[in-house]
């Protein structure tokens, strides 16, 4: 007998990549707040996501780069008090250079990153954030 069939949850939950899984947390986790970059390491870290540091890099990279380009979060700095979270206003490709450049090249310095780099969701990361959420509580 394999082992699957054990299992009575293994046919009807499907299994997560580690960028889908990444992207639910990310989501997930903007319900309540504005999301930093140290937020997107820690999750990979405590999920077990990725082996190596380049290759928590190239996942976080990559899943910030789909969230935006799917539009369901922007990225920017921290809103002062009262105001909303307003995006760099810059592109995708920009964006992610200022990330690269902060993240990849200055990884040691977590000054330059880890609570400068906010994502915060767009109306329609919202609402998907929310099926996620109502997923968790079926």
């Known amino acids: 007998m394999n082992q699957s069939s054990d299992d009575p949850r293994a046919e009807t939950q499907p299994l997560m990549t580690p960028q889908q899984r990444l992207r639910a947390e990310l989501l997930t986790s903007g319900l309540d707040d504005w999301v930093p970059l140290v937020e997107v390491e820690t999750v990979i870290n405590r999920a077990s996501l990725a082996d190596t540091l380049a290759a928590q890099q190239d996942l976080a990279l990559r899943t910030i780069r789909t969230l935006l380009e799917d539009g369901l979060m922007q990225i920017g700095d921290l809103p002062g008090p009262g105001e909303n979270f307003a995006g760099w206003g810059i592109s995708i490709d920009a964006a992610m250079q200022r990330v690269y450049d902060l993240f990849i ?4 310095d977590r ?7 906010w994502l915060g969701l767009t109306p329609a990361g919202e609402q998907l954030a929310r099926t996620f959420g109502n997923q968790r509580t079926n």
């Open 105 to 108: 090249v200055n990884y040691d």
């Open 111 to 117: 000054a330059r990153w880890d609570l400068t780099i």
